[in-house]
């Protein structure tokens, strides 16, 4: 395609370096130093760069633009469970980028322990052996149940899950999984294959081959789709669940379903891999999800709050015994940047967070505290609230369609509290605050969910 000068993207490298350095020096600006023009320069200049660089389409889906009549709402600034856009307006944050905030907004310590590492060396060489690197891994190793003890470092949640399918594959020798329906996994080709929703796949077909989605929390349907494979001679390599569907919805499974495929993998002799990209460290009220049932499953997968909510990381964990199969050749699956120094410091200083902070415990008791509140409020306003499930802070709020879905969400922006919830899909409106969310936060944000009721009238 030939580009003309007057597009928006045609080459100007003067342009491009002008730009450039008007962001980094506006980066470096102390805040209280930015100006009004400087700040409806980026609340303006993001809109447009949406719209010309990124894609349009997400303007026409964020509630930050769509409900907002002066300047879109434009992240910038944030601070445990507060978020303040380019112009200054606060915001209570119950969406928590949807289980990345499991330590809030800048959590000092692990800000000081990545902006330590950062003035050490924030890659590493790729020769020398790296500490951290290690060093996390036994840290995750000593926190995992069982006898989960090797792990490979990511960046993201679906790089998680691609390298445990790899890794499945390879040690079992077979190429097939089951997987969930309405299940996520991330959205890279692996992790795309598992996914249980068509919005998302069937443009994209074929994909892997030999994935079958079952019903989330049948484990008989689990079991008989085991039998089937064997019978037809189709081998499956393993099962990959979440331990409560998070983007479905916080939706649990009964109580029996992970000690079942436990269970159900043995027998068939197939992996169980627990993705616990958004249940992991803390989120629905244990360290990880499977604790609820103590099950042991033999790959875990992790990303989101890993990182501490400061920088990216995701990775993969195993027993000796099957990760004793990229031994031969440690090459097998690599990547240069993850597990990088700086986002090993971040997740090395989540983890004592975590721990010191008992933040699993303080995320079971916030979340019984507001799903008792909601049921509350749904004796009073029945014919808009259906009801909340979920665990710890992976709650979801059920409302009778999306259209009133959508209304509360939309009232509680207007009321400038976030959540998740978009036009086409608000039925289940979820709520992911950080773990440490100050229980006067989490009583405003129900303040403002009333008041959004009342006002429907
Ligand atoms: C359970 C689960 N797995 C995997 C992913 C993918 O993670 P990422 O978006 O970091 O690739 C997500 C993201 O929402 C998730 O919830």
């Known amino acids: 395609m030939t580009k003309t000068n007057d597009t928006p993207s045609s080459r100007d490298i003067e342009a491009a370096l002008?730009?450039?350095?008007?962001?980094?020096?506006?980066?470096?600006?102390?805040?209280?130093?930015?100006?009004?023009?400087?700040?409806?320069?980026?609340?303006?200049?993001?809109?447009?760069?949406?719209?010309d660089h990124i894609n349009k389409g997400f303007l026409e889906y964020r509630k930050s633009v769509t409900e907002t009549e002066d300047f879109a709402l434009t992240d910038w600034q944030g601070e445990g469970s507060i978020l303040k856009d380019v112009m200054g307006r606060e915001y209570i944050d119950m969406l928590g980028g949807f289980g990345l905030y499991t330590l809030g907004i800048r959590h000092p310590?692990?800000?000081?322990?990545?902006?330590?590492?950062?003035?050490?060396?924030?890659?590493?060489?790729?020769?020398?052996?790296?500490?951290?690197?290690?060093?996390l891994a036994k840290v995750i190793a000593k926190l995992t149940p069982g006898?989960?003890?090797?792990?490979?470092?990511?960046?993201?949640?679906?790089?998680?899950?691609?390298?445990?399918?790899?890794?499945?594959?390879?040690?079992?020798?077979?190429?097939?999984?089951?997987?969930?329906?309405?299940?996520f996994h991330g959205k890279s080709l692996g992790a795309l294959s598992l996914l249980g929703k068509a919005v998302f796949r069937k443009p994209l077909l074929p994909l892997l081959d030999g994935v079958r989605q079952v019903p989330f929390?049948?484990?008989?349907?689990?079991?008989?789709?085991?039998?089937a494979a064997k019978e037809v001679g189709d081998g499956i390599a393993g099962v990959v669940v979440e331990p409560i569907q998070g983007?479905?919805?916080?939706?649990?499974?009964?109580?029996?379903?992970?000690?079942?495929?436990?269970?159900?993998?043995?027998?068939?002799?197939?992996?169980?891999?627990?993705?616990?990209?958004?249940?992991?460290?803390?989120?629905?009220?244990?360290?990880?999800?499977?604790?609820?049932?103590?099950?042991?499953?033999?790959?875990?997968c992790f990303g989101?709050?890993?990182?501490?909510?400061?920088?990216?990381?995701?990775?993969?964990?195993?027993?000796?015994?099957?990760?004793k199969c990229l031994e031969p050749n440690p090459f097998m699956h690599t990547t240069t940047t993850g597990g990088n120094p700086v986002a090993c410091?971040?997740?090395?200083?989540?983890?004592?967070?975590?721990?010191?902070?008992?933040?699993?415990?303080?995320?079971?008791?916030?979340?019984?505290?507001?799903?008792?509140?909601?049921?509350?409020?749904?004796?009073?306003?029945?014919?808009?609230?259906?009801?909340?499930?979920g665990r710890g802070l992976l709650l979801g709020m059920e409302f009778p369609n999306d259209e009133i879905g959508y209304k509360v969400a939309s009232g509680l922006f207007s009321r400038n509290v976030l959540t998740a919830g978009t036009l086409n899909n608000a039925e289940t409106v979820r709520l992911e605050p950080a773990l440490n969310i100050p229980y006067e936060l989490i009583d405003e944000m129900l303040k403002r969910l009333e008041e959004t009721f009342e006002s429907f009238g």
């Open 18 to 51: 002008s730009e450039a350095n008007k962001m980094v020096d506006l980066i470096k600006t102390p805040d209280a130093e930015v100006t009004d023009d400087e700040r409806r320069w980026v609340a303006e200049s993001t809109y447009q760069n949406f719209a």
């Open 109 to 135: 310590k692990v800000i000081a322990a990545v902006k330590a590492q950062l003035d050490r060396s924030p890659q590493y060489s790729q020769e020398m052996l790296d500490p951290l690197r290690a060093h």
């Open 147 to 183: 006898d989960i003890q090797y792990g490979f470092f990511a960046n993201s949640g679906t790089e998680a899950v691609d390298g445990a399918m790899k890794l499945a594959k390879l040690y079992t020798g077979e190429s097939g999984f089951i997987s969930t329906l309405k299940g």
């Open 217 to 227: 929390g049948d484990a008989d349907a689990i079991e008989q789709e085991l039998k």
């Open 247 to 300: 983007e479905a919805g916080a939706i649990e499974p009964p109580d029996d379903y992970w000690p079942r495929l436990r269970q159900i993998c043995d027998k068939y002799e197939v992996l169980l891999i627990a993705d616990e990209v958004q249940t992991g460290f803390g989120r629905t009220g244990k360290i990880f999800g499977v604790d609820h049932w103590g099950v042991t499953p033999d790959i875990m």
């Open 304 to 323: 989101k709050a890993l990182g501490g909510g400061v920088i990216a990381m995701s990775g993969f964990f195993s027993t000796a015994k099957i990760w």
């Open 345 to 389: 410091a971040a997740a090395l200083a989540q983890i004592t967070v975590l721990l010191e902070e008992g933040l699993a415990d303080q995320a079971a008791e916030k979340g019984e505290y507001i799903k008792k509140k909601v049921l509350e409020l749904k004796e009073k306003y029945p014919h808009i609230i259906k009801g909340i499930r």
